[in-house]
């Protein structure tokens, strides 16, 4: 039944039928319940992960990182393509805060903020990652950052804009609290249906397109590295385990068909903000 109406759902939201504030209350009310149903710190990712391809020179980790392997390779896959050390790093959408919480560890940034919608989860992701010194997380919205004009060397949004009512809202909020010169890296899944709606709010800010890719094959490896442990996970759910497992994209449901056969398209896009000067020029 839930199975039934989480995919219903996600039809309606692919053609467009719900409205912004009602999309963004559902995913928000998903994400709460979730935080409130498993309050272990052995599962700090909510993301579906990126693997490179068989035979290829895996990426290091730390001993502790091993098991979330699969989850984390989608930061790598994005970070490693942004120059971090040293900076001011916004991650939009940290949910529990795993990848939050990696990527201040890993790439040593000057300050890494975390920011997500639910209470619940950076409530927890600030006790889970104490430790860290130069990770911090805060609630607030996409759509309406709580922050300063120009207050970030780097943005990076990790699988979680699908969640917001107003995508162009988003990409002009990222514009806005970047500096000039900084950058913003994306990246999340599309049906085609929406791509026309993302590409458009992309091409309203003043961001120039430094890289794209097409990541499904990465995440259907990871989403098969991933299918016993979510197994495990999903299985204490019980009466929601079924729309968990579509949520979760395990193996055999229909998202995770959609991923394997492009139906539905997981993409990567890297940003850059222009430098003032440069800016100016194009706006003239």
């Not at 001011?88 to 920011?115: F, I, K, N």
């Not at 860290?132 to 207050?151: C, H, K, M, W």
Request: proline share 4%; with cysteine; aromatic share 12%.
């Amino acid at each position: 039944m839930l199975d039934k109406a989480f995919q219903k759902l996600l039809q309606f939201i692919d053609e467009g039928r719900v409205p912004p504030f009602i999309h963004r209350l559902i995913w928000k009310t998903c994400y709460q319940f979730i935080a409130r149903k498993w309050k272990s710190d052995d599962w700090t990712f909510m993301n579906y992960g990126w693997l490179p391809e068989a035979g290829s020179s895996p990426f290091p980790l730390a001993a502790a990182d091993e098991k979330d392997r699969y989850f984390i390779g989608l930061y790598y896959r994005l970070a490693s393509r942004l120059d971090l050390a040293g900076k001011d790093v916004l991650e939009v959408g940290s949910g529990r805060g795993g990848g939050a919480s990696w990527v201040a560890r890993h790439y040593q940034p000057a300050a890494m903020t975390g920011l997500d919608f639910s209470p619940t989860a950076i409530e927890s992701a600030k006790k889970w990652h104490a430790e860290v010194a130069n990770l911090r997380f805060v609630e607030g919205d996409a759509e309406r950052l709580p922050f300063p004009d120009a207050s970030f060397d780097v943005v990076i949004n990790v699988e979680s804009s699908h969640c917001y009512g107003d995508m162009n809202r988003f990409v002009q909020e990222v514009e806005r609290v970047l500096r000039p010169g900084g950058r913003f890296g994306w990246v999340d899944m599309r049906s085609p249906k929406m791509m026309a709606g993302t590409q458009q709010a992309f091409a309203n800010a003043n961001l120039l397109v430094e890289e794209e890719d097409l990541l499904n094959a990465g995440v259907v490896r990871a989403l098969d590295a991933a299918e016993t442990r979510k197994a495990e996970i999903i299985g204490q759910a019980r009466f929601a385990a079924a729309a968990l497992r579509q949520f979760s994209g395990a193996k055999g449901t229909a998202l995770y068909k959609a991923i394997v056969h492009k139906d539905v398209l997981y993409l990567l896009k890297i940003f850059r903000k222009p430098e003032a000067k440069a800016l100016a020029q194009k706006l003239a």
